[in-house]
């Protein structure tokens, strides 16, 4: 089965710990993204990765971090500089012909983090 | 700038009645819009996307919208609710004329009444 999996489903974690999230992906999606959600804002966009090695920031990168070291992972670390870092978060990618916003975005079950 | 409005946050059916989801965008001349459900504690599932070809687009699990440009808005709708579609409604828009960026609406939660 193709898709995204998301890891761990829960993730508590005490205040000034840096926390790592996996993403992984067996689509052979190039471009890479991950969302913060929160009750009543949407999506905000924290990194997104169109090719191996590269990444950008999105809207809200302050107090994450992220690597690209293979196509199929895109780790995102929530760093204690995070203040408000308790969210559900969630991973995304698309194929990465043609222009990325003509295709559909495939998107992981998602993490909820909560810090203590 | 492009942005995307949910004129509902929240919006309540009766089973077997129809749905509305309402979603007004600013973008260029031709972006590309899209709807998306999250079930409670899920990630997002594609229901439906346009992309310059019709203007009626028809999704899965029955629902439909239509682009309007003279309106600026994309539409969500289904005959007849079900159960099921209780869950968090998302409307996306995104522009190829702007850097490919991708914006979310803040999502509309409906219930569906029995």
């Known amino acids: 089965d193709g898709g995204i999996t998301q890891s761990p489903k829960y993730l508590f974690r005490k205040e000034g710990q840096n926390v790592t999230l996996s993403c992984e992906q067996n689509?052979?999606?190039?471009?890479m993204y991950w969302y913060r959600q929160d009750p009543g804002q949407g999506l905000r966009l924290i990194y997104y990765?169109?090719?191996?090695?590269?990444?950008q920031k999105g809207d809200i990168a302050e107090g994450y971090s992220v690597s690209r070291e293979k196509k199929e992972s895109f780790p995102l670390t929530v760093t204690s500089a995070q203040k408000n870092p308790t969210a559900f978060y969630l991973c995304a990618s698309t194929p990465g012909s043609g222009r990325l916003s003509y295709n559909e975005q495939f998107f992981g079950p998602g993490t909820r983090l909560t810090v203590l | 700038a492009q942005s995307v409005t949910q004129l509902d946050s929240h919006v309540s059916v009766s089973e077997g009645t129809p749905v509305l989801l309402r979603c007004n965008y600013s973008s260029s001349y031709s972006p590309s819009l899209f709807w998306y459900v999250q079930h409670p504690n899920k990630g997002l599932q594609l229901l439906l996307k346009y992309t310059s070809a019709a203007t009626l687009v028809k999704g899965i699990n029955g629902f439909e919208a239509e682009f309007k440009k003279s309106e600026t808005s994309f539409h969500l709708t289904k005959p007849s609710a079900h159960m099921s579609d209780a869950a968090e409604y998302f409307c996306?828009?995104?522009?190829?004329?702007?850097?490919?960026?991708?914006?979310f609406g803040k999502g509309t939660r409906l219930h569906i009444l029995p």
């Open positions: 996306v828009v995104s522009d190829p004329n702007r850097d490919d960026k991708i914006i």
């Open positions: 990765s169109q090719i191996v090695n590269d990444f």
């Open positions: 689509l052979n999606h190039d471009a």
